[in-house]
DNA sequence: ACACAGATACTCT
DNA sequence: GAGTATCTGTGTC
């Protein structure tokens, strides 16, 4: 079923690890891409170097971070590739978790040719390979996590916290003192990484 | 198995 | 104008 908007009106980071193992769903062209949540990242905010509302940074680009949680976060990076995040916390405090790797599901044919490669291990193992390969794009930028073509599953998939893995997020580094902060999570053995 | 450079355009100073 | 929560292709060990 699909998770209600109080699921993201939590900690960050709780919600950060409760996301594993969930399936995010879009619907493209009235067909299913789907996959099971494998690895994220928490951004925290004001007190966080590394976060785009660091310091309460509010601009036309992060004013959905400062909405209820719930929402989608979609920005462009890097002139090539789009980023997909869920808004967490109550309104007003702008933090978000980054979804960097999925286990792909449902339509992986499609999943194929939008990003133009074959391979299972390539298409979703990363934040701009999973954005590319779901269609992900500013269009779907601030739209509510219960809309109809955007949406996260409990498919009843259980992650014992053992099994999941904590470590420093990835390509921070200018966050100073914030960039080793252990605020990716990953579950343990999983093929579908964006990196060891 | 790394390591590095280039792509490419938006966002904010 | 500078920097970017990335990916890919190419080169070297």
Request: net charge positive.
């Amino acid at each position: 079923m699909k998770l209600p908007l109080s699921f993201y009106l939590r900690p960050t980071q709780k919600v950060a690890k409760d996301l594993l193992g969930k399936t995010l769903v879009r619907i493209f062209e009235g067909q299913r891409l789907s996959g099971i949540i494998t690895e994220v990242e928490a951004y925290l905010g004001l007190d966080d170097k590394a976060c785009h509302s660091y310091l309460g940074r509010r601009t036309a680009r992060t004013e959905v971070m400062f909405a209820a949680g719930g929402r989608s976060y979609i920005y462009f990076i890097y002139g090539m590739y789009n980023c997909f995040n869920v808004v967490t916390e109550k309104e007003g405090r702008p933090e978000a978790v980054l979804i960097r790797a999925l286990e792909p599901v449902e339509g992986i044919p499609t999943m194929q040719h939008l990003r133009g490669k074959e391979s299972l291990k390539d298409l979703t193992t990363g934040p701009g390979k999973l954005a590319q390969a779901l269609a992900l794009t500013k269009t779907l930028n601030n739209v509510p996590l219960d809309s109809e073509e955007l949406f996260i599953e409990d498919a009843g998939v259980r992650i014992s916290s053992q099994n999941i893995v904590r470590r420093p997020r990835i390509g921070v580094g200018y966050a100073e003192e914030h960039a080793e902060l252990p605020l990716r999570f990953y579950i343990g053995g999983s093929q579908f990484i964006s990196k060891l």
